[in-house]
């Protein structure tokens, strides 16, 4: 799909696969919606930026909670596989590398340990407040 340029965006994460945003989904979702929500690698957002006109999107970051050790208990459960320790280093180098990028986010939000409920307030409260300006330019 890279080769037939099908990708809005597309980035090489954790050293270890490609994700990104397939350009007929993303078309096919905007066609039934004025707003769509996507989860986005920096490196896809940060592609993303200079592809669209500024008015069409807004970047909401999650931020991950400031326990270290949290962090690394998302790593190791997120797959329920068993990661190695060098594995486990690539993605902390790798989510040292999206703090970093996150500066180009328009807000921002804080992921919680057991507080899912309130990230989605949160994540709504700030789409609501932002469409308005939706509705008047279209």
């Known amino acids: 799909m890279i080769a037939a340029d099908a990708f809005l965006e597309y980035a090489w994460v954790h050293q270890s696969a490609y994700y990104g945003t397939a350009k007929k989904t993303l078309n096919e979702a ?35 909670p400031d326990d270290l050790s949290l962090i690394i208990a998302r790593i190791t459960k997120a797959g329920e596989r068993d990661l190695t320790v060098d594995e486990v280093q690539k993605r902390m180098e790798s989510i040292e590398m999206q703090l970093e990028m996150s500066k180009m986010y328009d807000e921002f939000v804080v992921s919680e340990e057991g507080k899912m409920k309130e990230m989605i307030a949160k994540v709504e409260q700030i789409i609501l407040s932002n469409a308005p300006k939706w509705d008047e330019e279209s």
């Open 30 to 64: 905007l066609e039934r919606s004025a707003v769509v929500l996507k989860e986005m690698e920096v490196l896809g957002y940060e592609q993303m930026k200079s592809l669209l006109p500024r008015e069409d999107y807004m970047g909401i970051f999650l931020l991950p």
